[in-house]
């Protein structure tokens, strides 16, 4: 396919939106499929509507307790995080599998009794006749079977499965009766009497598949994004049942709660009981080493005997320097004595105590005594010389106090160092007992306040458990609806009427979706700029017997009136300007009714006094020439092989059609391309327009031999009939091809086999194509098909 023939196929501007009424006008054309889909579906879903069992809703208003809506006496409950509520964290666990397992197991929601009344069951929670019981049976185990009551002391059993043929077992009321169901207890309720004779379906299920069932059927939500208040919501055949399961659930929650948080309360006073135990051991150990630690130090606080050790040291050390002092005066008057023996001697220097210093002033006295009387030369005074003997006395005296005096000094000095050793060894400990102190007095102050912490704790969970509460409260009780949420009549029988048109609207869609064939005109008209002459509408009448002609001169008939527009549209097609003469029939497929509108077409022609003359030039097959009964006469291959044959041997008249002539194509030639190629094909053409209005050519399919090509050299118009349905859209850019590339002269376009609508007249629509028609064999359909199939 070449980029301009994509072009004109794929033309945006020649593209049509489909027309919405042709549409409608298409489907109802097969409404009798609509109806009959309708009333299958309607009356399934109104039978599905009438089995199935009717389903209610249960709906309960539940507040979760918080720190935030807990009075302020409860609220102390909730200090520990133990006793933290999160409202998505109860949801989890109202849905949780245990607690609807519990709740099924107190209800006994496992079993359940069921009555048929028409075509639906309805579930006898509490009012059923009989309550059963099958002794032995485990939780998971399922049965089912029937029990009708008899009379007041007899009931029968019999399996509900219709394949099962176990007999019916008669078993009296209130005792245990061995069944091929095990044990069963049956025991009347006072709704017995009333079901005399009726069967009561008894149904066990597993208790695992009955949980499942009413978990997944269990809704809760949030009324609110930041409220703590929770809508419950439950499904179930029976109103009674959903909201006692809901009752059920809440009640076994706050249970399970209380036993979790009086647990919690008494796990937690055991532990802080032992704690304080130890604690107060420990405490006890501690004030111990602060006692003894107390008593190392004399009662005295580490700090501040720290501060008298270092005092000390001080006092110690100005004493040292004092003594040092004294000892080098001491040191000084000894050597002054020794070196100075006849001087004074130094008095209060401090050294020696007050009868010394008394001893070195008399000495002093008695020395300038002696150096006064020694001034006038008598040394030798007697009394000089007493005075003399006394001051070496006294010096002597004195001499033996001050070196006293240093030894005394000496003394004080070793004790002092002594002493101050002493202060300072204390004080350097002092830091360390300082840090041992704090350890002690951390350790103290942790274990005490650890101590009074617990103390305090066991305080508040003694209250918890005093005052522990539930965390749901009911805000409006389970409360269920009084008519049955499910199933709706009008859904169901809506759903069913939709499906119902939706089915037949999709498969007649499909199928005109999914069908390549060319459906009409716009097919033509969206693909091909090829001129388009006219439409033949499908005709029966043919398969009815009359005949191949079907026109007539005075018919009304939508066939007749199609054929005119043919004749009218052809003097439009002009060739160098004048009308054409010669009309040749081609297509590319043979079966597309070519001969059936060369004959109406030439008869039509025939009604406006035309002298028309009609040639098969279908060498090969003589589709023709065997319609009109003309197929063992003289014909247009005698003329193109023998040169003796004259025109009138050939021309003949046919009892099928009148006023017209025929030319068959006499004996099949073996050699059709070469005979057509013969110029005395020109010569019968150019003859016979001089004798005939209209030259009508019955040629052969242009997709399958080059006979038609050859013939167009004598032609003055090519009709290319498509027949609807017969031809696939996909072949006609090959058409187009042909009338770009003039390969066939003045082209023009015949649709055939149009579908007429309900209304009787053309249908020019989008999708106002068929089936069927003249020169198509129909397969054989049955009845049922033929019913539904024709218009």
Request: glycine share 4%; hydrophobic share 40%.
């Given at each position: 396919?070449?980029n301009?023939?994509?072009?004109?196929?794929?033309?945006?501007?020649?593209?049509?939106?489909?027309?919405?009424?042709?549409?409608?006008?298409?489907l109802?054309?097969?409404?009798?499929?609509?109806?009959?889909?309708?009333l299958?579906?309607?009356?399934?879903?109104?039978?599905?509507?009438?089995?199935?069992?009717?389903?209610?809703?249960?709906?309960?208003?539940?507040?979760?307790?918080?720190?935030?809506?807990?009075?302020?006496?409860?609220?102390?409950?909730?200090?520990?995080?133990?006793?933290?509520?999160?409202?998505?964290?109860?949801?989890?666990?109202?849905?949780?599998?245990?607690?609807?397992?519990?709740?099924?197991?107190?209800?006994?929601?496992?079993i359940?009794?069921?009555?048929?009344?028409?075509?639906?069951?309805?579930?006898?929670?509490?009012?059923?006749?009989?309550?059963?019981?099958?002794?032995g049976?485990?939780?998971?185990?399922?049965?089912t079977?029937?029990?009708?009551?008899?009379?007041?002391?007899?009931?029968?059993?019999?399996?509900?499965?219709?394949?099962?043929?176990?007999?019916?077992?008669?078993?009296p009321?209130?005792?245990?009766?061995?069944?091929?169901?095990?044990?069963?207890?049956?025991?009347?309720?006072?709704?017995?009497?009333?079901?005399?004779?009726k069967?009561?379906?008894?149904?066990?299920s597993?208790?695992?598949?009955?949980?499942?069932?009413?978990?997944?059927?269990?809704?809760?939500?949030?009324?609110e994004?930041?409220?703590?208040?929770?809508?419950?919501?439950?499904?179930?055949?029976?109103?009674?049942?959903?909201?006692?399961?809901?009752?059920?659930?809440?009640?076994?929650?706050?249970?399970?709660?209380?036993?979790?948080?009086?647990?919690?309360?008494?796990?937690?006073?055991?532990?802080?009981?032992?704690?304080?135990?130890?604690i107060?051991?420990?405490?006890?150990?501690?004030?111990?080493?602060?006692e003894?630690?107390?008593?190392?130090?004399?009662?005295?606080?580490?700090?501040?005997?720290?501060?008298?050790?270092?005092?000390?040291?001080?006092?110690?050390?100005?004493?040292?320097?004092?003594?040092?002092?004294?000892?080098?005066?001491?040191?000084?008057?000894?050597?002054?004595?020794?070196?100075?023996?006849?001087?004074?001697?130094?008095?209060?220097?401090?050294?020696?105590?007050?009868?010394?210093?008394?001893?070195?002033?008399?000495?002093?006295?008695?020395?300038?005594?002696?150096?006064?009387?020694?001034?006038?030369?008598?040394?030798?005074?007697?009394?000089?010389?007493d005075?003399?003997?006394?001051?070496?006395?006294?010096?002597?005296?004195?001499?033996?106090?001050?070196?006293?005096?240093?030894?005394?000094?000496?003394i004080?000095?070793?004790?002092?160092?002594?002493?101050?050793?002493?202060?300072?060894?204390?004080a350097?400990?002092?830091?360390?007992?300082?840090?041992?102190?704090?350890?002690?007095?951390?350790?103290?102050?942790?274990?005490?306040?650890?101590?009074?912490?617990?103390?305090?704790?066991?305080?508040?969970?003694?209250?918890?458990e005093?005052?522990v509460?539930e965390?749901?409260?009911?805000?409006?009780p389970?409360?269920?609806?009084?008519?049955?949420?499910?199933?709706?009549?009008?859904?169901?029988?809506?759903?069913?009427?939709?499906?119902g048109?939706?089915?037949p609207?999709?498969?007649?869609?499909s199928?005109?979706?999914?069908?390549?064939?060319?459906?009409?005109?716009q097919?033509?008209?969206?693909?091909l700029?090829?001129?388009?002459?006219?439409?033949?509408?499908?005709?029966?009448?043919?398969?009815?017997?009359?005949?191949?002609?079907?026109?007539?001169?005075?018919?009304?008939?939508?066939?007749?009136e199609?054929?005119?527009?043919v004749?009218?549209?052809?003097?439009?097609?002009?060739?160098?300007?004048?009308?054409?003469?010669?009309?040749?029939?081609?297509?590319?497929?043979?079966?597309?009714?070519?001969?059936?509108?060369?004959?109406?077409?030439a008869?039509?022609?025939?009604?406006?006094?035309?002298?028309?003359?009609v040639?098969d030039?279908?060498?090969?097959?003589?589709?023709?020439?065997s319609?009109?009964?003309?197929?063992?006469?003289?014909?247009?291959?005698?003329?193109?092989?023998?040169?003796s044959?004259?025109?009138?041997?050939?021309?003949?008249?046919?009892?099928?059609?009148?006023?017209?002539?025929?030319?068959?194509?006499?004996?099949?030639?073996?050699?059709?391309?070469?005979?057509?190629?013969?110029?005395?094909?020109?010569?019968?053409?150019?003859?016979?327009?001089?004798?005939?209005?209209?030259?009508?050519?019955d040629?052969?399919?242009?997709?399958?031999?080059?006979?038609?090509?050859?013939?167009?050299?004598?032609?003055?118009?090519?009709?290319f009939?498509?027949?609807?349905g017969k031809?696939?859209?996909?072949?006609?850019?090959?058409?187009?091809?042909?009338?770009?590339?003039g390969?066939?002269?003045?082209?023009?376009?015949?649709?055939?086999?149009?579908?007429?609508?309900?209304?009787?007249?053309?249908?020019?629509?989008?999708?106002?194509y068929?089936?069927?028609g003249?020169?198509?064999?129909?397969?054989?359909?049955?009845?049922f098909?033929?019913?539904?199939?024709?218009?």
């Open positions: 396919m070449t301009q023939q994509n072009q004109i196929v794929n033309d945006p501007k020649k593209e049509q939106l489909i027309n919405v009424l042709d549409l409608l006008k298409y109802l054309h097969h409404w009798k499929w609509f109806a009959f889909s309708i299958v579906f309607g009356t399934f879903a109104y039978y599905q509507y009438s089995k199935s069992p009717f389903v209610y809703s249960s709906t309960e208003v539940v507040m979760i307790k918080t720190p935030s809506n807990t009075p302020t006496t409860a609220r102390i409950t909730r200090v520990s995080a133990t006793n933290y509520i999160s409202v998505t964290d109860e949801i989890l666990q109202l849905k949780s599998k245990e607690l609807m397992r519990q709740t099924v197991d107190r209800i006994g929601a496992d359940s009794y069921k009555v048929l009344k028409g075509l639906r069951e309805y579930e006898l929670y509490k009012s059923s006749p009989v309550q059963v019981k099958v002794l049976k485990k939780t998971e185990e399922s049965y079977f029937t029990v009708t009551p008899l009379n007041a002391s007899y009931v029968t059993i019999k399996s509900a499965a219709k394949s099962d043929k176990t007999n019916v077992i008669k078993v009321l209130n005792h245990v009766v061995k069944t091929p169901f095990g044990q069963v207890l049956v025991r009347p309720s006072k709704y017995y009497a009333s079901y005399y004779g069967e009561i379906k008894v149904f066990k597993p208790q695992r598949v009955i949980v499942d069932y009413f978990k997944n059927n269990l809704k809760i939500r949030q009324l994004e930041d409220a703590s208040l929770l809508q419950i919501t439950l499904q179930d055949s029976s109103p009674e049942r959903a909201s006692d399961i809901i009752t059920m659930l809440i009640r076994v929650y706050n249970e399970v709660t209380l036993q979790d948080k009086s647990r919690i309360a008494t796990n937690t006073a055991n532990f802080i009981k032992d704690r304080l135990a130890i107060e051991s420990e405490l006890s150990a501690v004030e111990l080493n602060i003894n630690l107390k008593i190392a130090n004399q009662g005295v606080d580490v700090v501040k005997s720290g501060d008298i050790y270092l005092s000390d040291g001080r006092q110690y050390k100005l004493q040292k320097t004092k003594i040092e002092t004294d000892m080098q005066l001491a040191e000084m008057m000894r050597s002054y004595l020794k070196n100075k023996p006849n001087d004074l001697i130094p008095n209060n220097t401090g050294l020696v105590d007050a009868s010394v210093e008394k001893q070195i002033a008399e000495y002093n006295m008695a020395l300038l005594k002696k150096n006064k009387l020694a001034q006038g030369g008598n040394t030798y005074n007697p009394v000089v010389v005075l003399e003997e006394m001051l070496k006395s006294m010096r002597n005296n004195i001499n033996r106090a001050v070196n006293n005096a240093l030894n005394g000094l000496k004080k000095m070793k004790n002092a160092q002594h002493e101050e050793s002493l202060a300072r060894g204390q350097i400990k002092i830091p360390e007992k300082q840090r041992v102190m704090v350890s002690i007095g951390r350790q103290h102050k942790v274990k005490e306040e650890l101590y009074l912490f617990l103390l305090n704790k066991q305080e508040e969970n003694a209250l918890n005093a005052i509460d965390n749901i409260r009911v805000v409006d389970a409360y269920a609806s009084e008519s049955p949420i499910y199933p709706s009549r009008f859904k169901k029988v809506f759903i069913g009427v939709l499906v048109t939706v089915i609207a999709i498969v007649l869609l199928t005109l979706i999914l069908n390549t064939g060319v459906r009409g005109r097919d033509l008209e969206n693909v700029t090829v001129p388009f002459l006219g439409e033949i509408p499908l005709s029966l009448s043919r398969k009815q017997g009359k005949g191949e002609v079907l026109v007539s001169k005075t018919g009304r008939d939508p066939l007749t199609a054929f005119r527009i004749r009218t549209n052809i003097n439009f097609m002009t060739k160098d300007g004048l009308p054409p003469k010669v009309i040749t029939f081609t297509s590319f497929t043979p079966g597309v009714g070519k001969t059936f509108s060369v004959l109406n077409l008869t039509t022609l025939s009604f406006l006094d035309k002298k028309v003359v040639l030039m279908d060498l090969r097959k003589g589709t023709l020439s319609k009109v009964n003309l197929l063992q006469r003289k014909g247009t291959s005698h003329y193109l092989s023998i040169p044959v004259c025109i009138d041997d050939i021309l003949h008249k046919s009892d099928i059609v009148d006023n017209i002539d025929f030319a068959p194509i006499g004996a099949i030639a073996p050699n059709p391309v070469e005979l057509l190629l013969n110029k005395r094909l020109d010569q019968l053409i150019a003859e016979l327009k001089e004798r005939y209005d209209y030259i009508i050519i040629s052969v399919p242009t997709g399958i031999v080059a006979d038609a090509s050859i013939v167009d050299r004598v032609t003055d118009l090519t009709l009939l498509i027949r609807v031809m696939d859209r996909r072949q006609l850019p090959e058409i187009q091809k042909i009338y770009e590339e390969k066939l002269s003045n082209l023009a376009i015949l649709l055939n086999g149009v579908k007429l609508n309900t209304y009787g007249s053309y249908n020019y629509g989008y999708y106002g068929g089936y069927g003249y020169g198509y064999e129909e397969d054989k359909k049955n009845l098909s033929k019913w539904f199939k024709r218009t």
